[in-house]
């Protein structure tokens, strides 16, 4: 096995003063100087299962740049695994959402395999750190490294982003699973909400952090209306004239391109830029329920003269640790094949490039901010960044009422939370009313940019990361 590290550059958390005022940048700036301080001598470690694709990479590649500013020496190694282990931690995933997944087990085998490569990557770890530094897992994925860590030493910080409020016959299995690898070696765990944590999760160890996004980098800085419309285009996904590769600023200064192209399966030609687009951007995951959005669409559509519909997900052979996306996509790709003809005119399916991170991120970028509505009909969801990303552009949003989604929509307020995420009838309301009524939807998303300020800008990500440092270290 090999542990792959990720180039994390210094950005000067400066940067925040003009958008958040000065307040928040002086908390902002401390955090930083106390994590600086209290770790001295140490690395911090960070440790996922992807560089690219999902939230967690991405809320990584937010903080610790800003953190390496600070003067802390931050670090971010990805696990290898083979293919079996990648289906049981999909399974698992699966199961701490609720769901029985593949309907394949969890038992004395999967966790030995679970074990072995855990041991091997292990190793790795071993060759690169230190007993001072910290360890900080993300998720099941490599969440056998715990032991190994603990015994050489290390304090052990365990996150954890997926779950529900609550557990059932399926998430039990699973945190049955995961607790061996766990209890006995972690010493703080961090949830996105309290309500996920397993009841064998010490209350007192316990830190509840809600993720967060950078307004800084390619997937939410401002574009203005050409380049929205250039990148469109270009990818495929509107009508519009091609000009050949869009420029653009990278996250270092230089200059970028968007030059590959989405794989779309549509009929007939794309939107005109001018019509109502509707967006759902997810992976290609049954939780995210892509399929159960067209449905819903497709339900409504007989009372809307000019709307499309666009499901756009990741190329799913650049998500490694997703076995199940091309599954998902393929199921999408049916249901799609026997809509009406004249429905399935109006939705497209998108792939979109992941070569480069950050033209993916230009590209979802510019779909957001074109996004007439956007929609996260999710039937779990740990937080959702989609939703605090789509607040952030001012966007109105149509969104289930679950996991920590009720956590950034007030119904009604900064957007649309629907009860029940399998009720077609409910959601096709929600969007014939934001669609209607343009008043209203400009409401919503004035609402939704104000609130994404408040709650879910990295600052306030980063001061909790404080926080938890110094009750590791105390």
């Not at 056998?144 to 860590?149: P, Q, V």
């Not at 049954?286 to 003269?305: E, L, N, P, R």
Request: net charge negative; charged share 25%; proline share 7%.
């Amino acid at each position: 096995m090999h542990l792959e590290e990720v180039r994390i550059p210094a950005r000067d958390p400066e940067v925040f003063r003009a958008l958040i005022g000065d307040e928040r940048t002086e908390r902002l700036l401390d955090a930083g100087a106390r994590i600086a301080k209290l770790t001295a001598g140490r690395s911090l470690i960070q440790v996922n299962s992807t560089a690219k694709g999902g939230g967690v990479a991405e809320m990584l590649q937010v903080l610790l740049p800003y953190a390496r500013f600070a003067g802390a020496d931050t670090r971010w190694l990805v696990i290898e695994g083979d293919p079996e282990f990648f289906v049981i931690t999909k399974r698992l995933h699966n199961h701490l959402y609720g769901t029985p997944g593949d309907g394949g087990p969890l038992g004395a085998s999967e966790a030995e395999h679970f074990r072995a490569v855990a041991e091997a990557n292990a190793a790795e770890l071993a060759a690169v750190s230190r007993p001072q530094d910290i360890l900080m897992i993300h998720d099941p994925q490599p969440a056998g490294l715990a032991a190994s860590a603990k015994d050489r030493g290390l304090p052990v910080v365990w996150r954890c982003h997926v779950g529900i409020d609550e557990q059932n016959e399926y998430s039990q299995q699973g945190w049955d699973f995961l607790r061996p690898f766990l209890e006995p070696f972690v010493d703080r765990y961090v949830f996105t909400r309290g309500e996920f944590a397993p009841d064998w999760v010490p209350r007192d160890r316990l830190h509840v952090i809600p993720p967060s996004i950078d307004p800084f980098n390619a997937k939410n800085r401002p574009l203005d209306p050409e380049a929205v419309g250039a990148v469109l285009a270009h990818t495929g996904i509107v009508r519009g004239p091609l000009a050949g590769p869009v420029p653009y600023t990278r996250d270092d200064g230089s200059v970028g391109r968007v030059e590959h192209f989405a794989d779309l399966f549509h009929t007939g030609p794309p939107p005109d830029l001018d019509q109502p687009l509707v967006v759902q951007i997810s992976r290609w995951d049954h939780m995210k329920d892509m399929a159960g959005v067209m449905a819903g669409f497709a339900d409504w559509v007989v009372h809307d003269k000019g709307s499309r519909l666009l499901l756009a997900g990741p190329s799913v052979t650049r998500v490694a640790d997703d076995p199940e996306g091309a599954q998902v996509l393929e199921e999408c790709w049916h249901a799609w094949r026997d809509l009406p003809h004249g429905i399935r005119a109006r939705v497209q399916l998108a792939c979109l490039p992941m070569i480069d991170a950050e033209e993916n991120a230009i590209i979802v970028n510019a779909i957001q901010r074109h996004a007439a509505v956007v929609v996260q009909k999710s039937l779990a969801e740990g937080f959702g960044l989609t939703v605090a990303e789509a607040m952030f552009k001012g966007r109105p949003i149509i969104a289930s009422r679950v996991g920590g989604i009720p956590d950034q929509i007030v119904n009604g307020r900064n957007g649309i939370l629907v009860d029940d995420p399998a009720d077609r009838s409910e959601f096709g309301l929600a969007l014939g009313r934001v669609l209607d009524e343009p008043a209203y939807a400009a409401q919503l998303g004035e609402a939704a940019r104000d609130d994404a300020l408040t709650n879910h800008i990295g600052d306030l990500h980063l001061v909790r990361w404080a926080a938890l440092v110094e009750a590791l270290l105390a």
